[in-house]
């Protein structure tokens, strides 16, 4: 059990700037996102776009905008918990007994959803027979690629990850590549190698064709596609890997008796509470009047927010308001002279 | 301003009217209209205002701009009349364009 003054759930900017205005203010928290990088939405789906509305800051792009937060954030030597989702909160005395699906357990008077629209996870292909087959021969990602030795691989996408798979993959096994359209959104040597291995029947591309159903008795024995036309084809397999890219699902946050619109907290301005004492919501995730999804309220929230987790961490303090650029309490908190 | 109408998976119509300047995602969310999330808010980054445009209005739409189909790749069932309606923009051109919603968007 870690006990600790918050935890915060997503390292996208707004989790990473209240990290920072917590440290500032003397608090530990500890971080959990359920992707394998810190920066969210902004390393997940734009890294290489340009923002132009962080204020001071002309232009960023979500990885330029994710490493200076980082580093801002990095005299507090904070802890993150990556590729981890949080999946129970409940109360016990005081304090929220936070627990993720790695079973790591918190102790915590705070806890600030900075989830954005929910967790990223695969899009799944949209037959339903492929359901039954999940995490054993329809997969959307690879652990083990020597499970694939000599057997047939049907493989779906556009992007890297379908090409990259399907290049590697084709030194060992039987590879079948399907997509939905002639263009792929893949680096150009990538599709340039996949044509010449389809011209050297290496492996077998099926463009403008999509999943109609799988196939198999226990295990995956074949799938079919069609065109767009109704014409269809089977193909022999033992595996189907999916590479549609990712979707943000609300998830657990959903079932912790949390008040709900849409798919977004209600909060009160003043310290981005929501209906549950402790429980905070910040960024894209929170809604009240007047809410704009942009970074830079996420930065105002999550500031508030942290003052709120004050409040409960430090019950027997008065929170003073300090500025960084007089206050040598929070100089020594950064590290700075 | 253009009388667009929106069709839901289920076959329920809605009819709207919606200002230039916007764009059919947004002509959707300010209605209320069910069946379009756009999670990223209209940056194309998602892929959940995904619609299928009429056949016959389909090519009187501007053409997509780069990486609109990338975006597409990863929609729910995506076919060759697949927009994002986050990058539709309306106009009086536009009156009465007709768009189906799929049967989900995640």
């Known amino acids: 059990m870690i006990k600790t003054d918050v935890v915060i759930i997503g390292a996208g900017p707004t989790g990473l700037f209240c990290a920072h205005q917590l440290g500032i203010i003397g608090l530990k928290c500890e971080i959990v996102d359920n992707l394998d990088k810190i920066g969210g939405q902004c390393i997940e789906l734009y890294p290489d776009k340009p923002i132009y509305d962080i204020p001071a800051v002309p232009e960023c792009t979500g990885e330029e905008l994710t490493n200076n937060l980082i580093k801002q954030l990095k005299p507090f030597n904070f802890n993150f918990h990556l590729n981890d989702r949080v999946q129970e909160l409940r109360k016990e005395n005081d304090n929220w007994i936070v627990k993720t699906t790695n079973g790591k357990e918190f102790s915590t008077p705070n806890v600030v959803i900075a989830g954005g629209v929910g967790s990223f996870e695969p899009r799944k292909f949209p037959t339903k027979s492929a359901e039954k087959f999940d995490g054993t021969s329809v997969l959307y990602s690879i652990k083990d690629k020597t499970i694939f030795k000599n057997k047939s691989v049907a493989i779906f996408g556009g992007g890297d990850s379908a090409l990259d798979w399907a290049i590697e993959l084709s030194n060992s096994s039987k590879v079948s590549l399907i997509h939905r359209r002639d263009e792929f959104r893949g680096a150009p040597a990538s599709v340039k190698k996949i044509k010449e291995l389809s011209r050297k029947s290496i492996i077998n591309l099926f463009t403008k064709y999509s999943i109609k159903d799988v196939k198999g008795n226990g295990t995956l024995e074949e799938i079919e596609i069609k065109s767009e036309e109704g014409e269809s084809k089977t193909i022999k397999a033992d595996y189907a890997l999916g590479f549609f890219g990712l979707i943000m699902q609300l998830g657990p946050i959903a079932e912790w008796g949390l008040n709900l619109d849409k798919k977004t907290i209600p909060v009160n301005t003043e310290n981005f509470e929501t209906n549950k004492k402790g429980i905070f919501a910040i960024g894209d995730i929170c809604t009240y009047p007047g809410k704009l999804k942009l970074i830079l309220s996420g930065f105002h929230e999550g500031a508030l927010a942290a003052r709120g987790c004050f409040k409960y961490a430090r019950p027997n303090e008065k929170y003073r308001f300090e500025f960084t650029t007089a206050s040598n309490t929070i100089k020594d908190r950064l590290g700075v002279k | ?106």
């Open chain 2, 1 to 106: 301003m253009a009388k667009i109408k929106y069709i839901e998976h289920n076959g329920k119509e809605h009819i709207v009217e919606v200002q230039n300047g916007l764009t059919v995602m947004e002509g959707a969310v300010q209605n209320d209209i069910p069946g379009i999330d756009a999670d990223c808010g209209g940056s194309m980054s998602c892929a959940t205002c995904h619609v299928y445009v009429k056949e016959d209005w389909y090519d009187k739409l501007s053409k997509k701009e780069m990486g609109e189909d990338d975006m597409l790749d990863q929609a729910y069932e995506p076919n060759s009349k697949s927009r994002l309606s986050c990058q539709i923009m309306v106009s009086d051109d536009l009156d009465g364009l007709c768009v189906y919603m799929p049967e989900k968007q995640v």
